[in-house]
């Protein structure tokens, strides 16, 4: 069971950046891809971002791919989400998930452990 504690989220105004971070622990994290998704009030859970094991490939969301970059350290135990010219349809809690797989494949189902969350507000 792998446990995720995310942090970084907060209050930005429209333009704005913020770095999103999540820690794993309990189990190898260097053999499995994550995934960043997020979920605004009222709407389903939806992806934003994921990085297989390695790092090298990435898989975005289309109208984020521009702004945003996921990222890895798994010396560190830890994946990032990058966030620049923040809007305020950006405005969700953002979750951290640890995929099943080492690669995404595109199935949210995959992701079967999940942080609690963090807020992230963009005003305009």
């Known amino acids: 069971q792998v446990q995720l504690v995310e942090s970084g989220g907060g209050l930005v105004q429209a333009g704005g950046s913020l770095r999103l971070s999540c820690a794993a622990s309990?189990?190898?994290?260097?053999?499995?891809?994550m995934g960043w998704f997020r979920q605004a009030p009222g709407k389903e859970r939806e992806f934003v971002a994921a990085?297989?094991?390695?790092?090298?490939?990435?898989v975005y969301e289309d109208s984020v791919k521009d702004r945003i970059t996921i990222s890895r350290a798994n010396s560190m135990n830890t994946v990032y989400l990058q966030m620049n010219s923040l809007k305020p349809e950006d405005t969700a809690v953002y979750y951290c998930?640890?995929?099943?797989?080492?690669?995404?494949?595109?199935?949210?189902?995959?992701?079967?452990?999940w942080g609690q969350g963090t807020q992230v507000t963009v005003s305009s």
């Open positions: 998930g640890s995929s099943s797989r080492s690669y995404y494949s595109g199935s949210i189902s995959d992701f079967a452990s």
């Open positions: 309990g189990r190898t994290f260097s053999r499995y891809a």
């Open positions: 990085i297989d094991w390695s790092g090298t490939m990435t």
